[in-house]
């Protein structure tokens, strides 16, 4: 399921600060990335099962792998884990409101700190 209007899709941003905004939110990028694309995942276990917070992005100038990109951002989304088959995104999927919401509110903040930064550079 995707998240709608959360100012987050298409922004332009260096891929040193999205990674600082991802990070404080705990959103980690662990071993998915390449030169061209990053992901950043936050794994959620709740009392209705695993999900996965992903916000993708990709390069339109530089190299992701040597931290000297500006990226553009594509719609967040959640999916949830199913063993062993992986990840499901669809919208027939349920996503517990509880969880929803505390998805919308980490995409604010780091909306918020990808902001904040910009303004001051």
Known sequence: MYFENTGLENIEVDVT?????????????EGQWDYERVTYDRKFIVREGTYY?????????GDIDANEATVRVLKPMIGKH???HGVEYGEDEHFPDHLLKTCAELLAAVKKEVAEFEIKA
Do not use: C, T
């Open 53 to 61: 917070l992903r916000v993708f992005a990709y390069a339109i100038d």
């Open 17 to 29: 600060l999205l990674e600082y905004a991802m990070n404080q939110q705990g959103l980690k990028k």
């Open 82 to 84: 199913y063993y062993p």
